[in-house]
């Protein structure tokens, strides 16, 4: 007498699997959620909200936008666009080539992102013809509650909607894109890393690029001998105070020579003080 069978046995349950789709919008960091209290905040009004986190969501911004640190919201402009098709343009009164946004457009889209906000909450358009970013910019952004940004595209935006809200105007320099979706995302990463808690170090703050007025020093690390390069051997004396003095005296040389306009500025301040230069290795 053969042996019965043994029951079959019953597949196991998943427990908590998600299905994973393919999708253009990163669910990961752009799954809304309430707003978290006292956290800066970056509104960002635009055409292409599928391109939000972009680079953002790597790296230390990435990590901080998962752990809270930050947050990011995308108000999409179509949604406000007029008619069956919801159209967000025009064309330039007074002729002209390219399209301009709409003010009847823009304007809900300021006043829906606007809405709740509270303090300190900078309202800032990417264009060409503003003022230029700038680490202090960052700094005093990185001091806010949030800011809304807004992207343009086409030839720009009608200009009584940037005067009926106060709009800032901020450029990532002299030279124009497509859209202001790539400056926001620069703004956005320069002021978050600003942010207490997004860098692991803070002190890597104080002493980079423009944070006191200069371009930062060389830096090197190892290997100490690289194609017949040696690292500088006052990095490798273990002297910090003659150490500094050396950083400084390459930070100021290397302002004079790239930046005359940074240097220019430097001239007269009570701490600008050329006697380190001797100093040098």
């Known amino acids: 007498m053969s042996d019965p069978s043994p029951p079959s046995a019953k597949p196991p349950r998943a427990q908590g699997r998600k299905t994973i789709r393919a999708s253009l919008?990163?669910?990961?960091?752009?799954?809304?959620?309430?707003?978290?209290?006292?956290v800066w905040k970056a509104k960002v009004i635009t055409l292409l909200p599928a391109a939000f986190p972009g680079v953002l969501g790597e790296s230390l911004t990435g990590k901080a936008l998962q752990d809270g640190l930050w947050q990011l919201e995308t108000?999409?402009?179509?949604?406000?666009?007029?008619?069956?098709?919801r159209n967000v343009d025009d064309t330039p009164a007074g002729g002209g080539a390219g399209m301009v946004l709409r003010a009847d457009v823009v304007g809900p889209a300021i006043q829906t992102a606007q809405a709740g906000t509270s303090g300190n909450w900078p309202l800032?358009?990417?264009?060409?013809?503003?003022?230029?970013?700038?680490?202090?910019?960052?700094?005093?952004?990185a001091k806010a509650d949030g800011v809304t940004l807004l992207c343009g595209r086409f030839e720009g935006v009608d200009e009584r909607v940037l005067d009926h809200f106060g709009v800032q105007e901020v450029s990532l320099g002299?030279?124009?894109?497509?859209?202001?979706?790539?400056?926001?995302?620069?703004?956005?990463?320069?002021?978050?890393?600003?942010?207490?808690?997004?860098?692991?170090?803070?002190?890597?703050?104080?002493?980079e690029s423009f944070s006191a007025g200069l371009l930062e020093h060389p830096q090197y690390t190892r290997p100490a001998q690289w194609n017949d390069r040696p690292i500088p051997d006052i990095l490798?004396?273990?002297?910090?105070?003659?150490?500094?003095?050396?950083?400084?005296?390459?930070?100021?040389?290397?302002?004079?020579?790239?930046?005359?306009?940074?240097?220019?500025?430097r001239q007269g301040s009570d701490d600008d003080d050329d006697d380190d230069d001797d100093d040098r290795a």
């Open 124 to 141: 800032i358009y990417l264009s060409p013809r503003g003022k230029p970013m700038s680490q202090q910019m960052m700094q005093d952004l």
């Open 75 to 85: 108000i999409d402009l179509r949604a406000f666009g007029i008619g069956k098709h």
């Open 174 to 207: 002299d030279f124009v894109l497509t859209g202001g979706e790539i400056a926001a995302q620069a703004l956005i990463d320069a002021t978050v890393r600003l942010i207490p808690g997004v860098l692991g170090n803070a002190e890597s703050t104080e002493e």
């Open 25 to 38: 919008q990163p669910r990961e960091l752009m799954t809304p959620v309430p707003d978290l209290k006292d």
């Open 236 to 265: 490798m004396s273990g002297h910090h105070g003659r150490i500094a003095q050396w950083r400084a005296a390459q930070s100021k040389d290397l302002t004079r020579i790239r930046r005359p306009d940074l240097w220019a500025l």
